[in-house]
């Protein structure tokens, strides 16, 4: 196409896909403009390369795992909710299957499949492998896109480029750039869904035992910011594991005190698990502390576990004092791990922070600050924890971003024309 498009989408991930397969609906002209060649390279490796798309609740629910300004995607869901998520796939043939945690995948269990199918719905769109350099506006309102050394037209532009998270895959932090020459503020970028630092030994000692069924309390300077039950997992460099990866996003400030306490018995009250110890004791005496403690926790965490509570794991268990008992006891229910700091912004699932929210129009995406700039996607002050709701936000915040920005192209085409015939 030549002349001037309707809508120009930066960012070829999920939100752009859904927000160019949106605009081309309502008739608009398009153009997708990416810098690589793979359209949704980013999904191929959510869900460990199955891509968890989506997941089977309400939009109250989602509301529920968002951590940062819930409110703002009220709108955007509740148009396209998990459900039309879903309906959208099926109907386009991509069949899904609802597993653990009502996390929705793909029923043949490959994210390329889901990545097709949102770059079909976008196919008619003009596509360019181009990296964008700047924004064109004049007079308060969008008038195109610099790329490379070309000026491109467009009555509306949508920045749909990510985060900062897997930079290999396009999102190096260029939307900032852009949504600041506009005259947006930025909330500083940073890891959410990230894997925690620590020196502790316990993690190193233990790095690659995985535990299910425990419960995670999560302190900021002293104040608990979150706590949750399910899965975790110890690691050469500190702890990673779904939980752990929703606690991160509660953690505000880089210069913080911060640590994990780990109830690994969250099940049994200390009355009960006493009493189940000192059987344990009555029945294997003659075990090493060590080794009993392989009937409590996995095998290569047991003996880490009993040298950090402070007792020996070759002591023989009939030989345990009253506080040597409190003290594993205390540790079952509470070992405290200090944390360093999150693993690198570049390694999180998804970023925190970004366009603030506030300054765009949560039934549009659009900038309240320049007519015709939409926003969609990480690029925007809001993440969510695992479990498929950072995608399904992705797709409702450029599906509106879509629909908007080809109504508002409308309506500029006809008042240009209008002034041309004047």
């Known amino acids: 196409m030549t002349g001037i498009y309707d809508v120009a989408v930066i960012g070829a991930g999920p939100a752009g896909l859904m927000a160019a397969g949106r605009a081309l609906e309502e008739g608009a002209s398009v153009l997708l403009l990416d810098k690589l060649a793979v359209p949704g390279k980013k999904l191929y490796i959510t869900g460990k390369g199955r891509c968890n798309v989506t997941n089977d609740t309400d939009v109250r ?12 995607l009220y709108s955007a869901l509740s148009a396209f909710s998990p459900a039309d998520a879903r309906a959208f796939f099926t ?9 653990r945690g009502r996390r929705v995948f793909p029923v043949s269990d490959r994210a390329a499949d889901i990545a097709r199918c949102l770059g079909e719905y976008a196919a008619d769109a003009d596509k360019r492998i181009l990296s964008a350099r700047t924004l ?4 308060g309102e969008i ?10 037209a467009s009555r509306t532009v949508i920045v749909a480029t990510g985060g900062l998270s897997y930079p290999a895959t396009g999102s190096t932090g260029d939307g900032y750039r852009f949504a600041e020459a506009a005259g947006h503020g930025i909330r500083t970028p940073g890891a959410s869904l990230s894997a925690l630092v620590s020196d502790e030994g ?12 425990v419960s995670l309390r999560f302190y900021e300077d002293g104040k608990k910011v979150f706590e949750e039950f399910g ?39 200390e009355k009960t698990l006493d009493r189940r110890l000192l059987r344990e004791i009555a029945e294997g005496g003659e075990r090493e502390t060590g080794n009993l403690f392989r009937s409590l926790l996995p095998q290569s965490l047991a003996r880490p576990f ?58 549009t995406m659009g900038s309240k600050l320049v007519k015709g700039l939409y926003f969609a996607g990480e690029v925007l002050d809001v993440d969510a924890y695992t479990g498929g709701y950072n995608i399904q936000i992705a797709m409702s915040t450029g599906r509106a971003a879509g629909r908007a920005a080809a109504g508002y192209a409308k309506k500029r085409k006809e008042r240009d024309e209008e002034g041309m015939n004047a």
């Open 306 to 363: 009993v040298r950090r509570c402070g007792v020996d794991p070759l002591k023989k268990a009939r030989d345990l004092t009253r506080e040597e008992r409190r003290l594993l006891l205390k540790g079952l229910k509470g070992t405290e791990i200090r944390i360093g700091g999150l693993r690198p912004v570049e390694e999180a699932i998804v970023t925190r922070g970004g366009v603030d929210v506030r300054e765009v129009d949560p039934r």
């Open 231 to 269: 899965e975790m997992l110890f690691t050469h460099f500190g702890l990673s594991g779904p939980v752990i990866l929703s606690g991160s996003a509660h953690f505000e400030r880089t210069d913080s005190e911060k640590r994990v306490e780990i109830d690994f018995k969250p099940a049994l009250d």
């Open 136 to 139: 064109l506006i004049r007079d």
């Open 143 to 152: 008038r195109g896109i610099l790329a490379g050394r070309s000026e491109i």
């Open 202 to 213: 316990l993690c190193r000692a233990a790095m690659g035992v995985s535990l299910r069924n």
């Open 61 to 72: 629910t989602v509301l529920e795992n968002v951590p940062r300004n819930p409110k703002f």
């Open 91 to 99: 109907s386009r043939g991509v069949p899904l299957k609802t597993e």
